[in-house]
């Protein structure tokens, strides 16, 4: 669900992979137009815990969610990465 949704955002690129049997409940984006610092400072202003992934070069943001993150709460944070990337 938050793959596909992030997946739709205009300058995102996730980089976790698509397949599921490929992925579990951790996902890595980037920003086309945003550094890793900016997307990650800007989500924390948010209220959002997530973490830099700076090694290798990969310049993402880390989200893990798990059984008790609800469907409002992640596209709460899919609507923050499209509004932070947007503008």
Request: net charge positive; aromatic share 6%; charged share 25%.
């Amino acid at each position: 669900y938050l793959k596909n949704k992030l997946a739709a955002i205009p300058n995102i690129e996730v980089l976790t992979p698509m397949k599921a049997e490929f992925s579990g409940s951790i996902v890595t984006f980037k920003a086309q137009n945003k550094t890793r610092p900016e997307l990650q400072t800007e989500l924390g202003k948010k209220k959002f815990r997530v973490r830099g992934i700076h090694e290798a070069g990969l310049g993402g943001v880390r989200i893990s969610t798990h059984i008790y993150n609800n469907f409002t709460e992640i596209d709460n944070l899919v609507d923050a990465v499209a509004e932070i990337v947007k503008g």
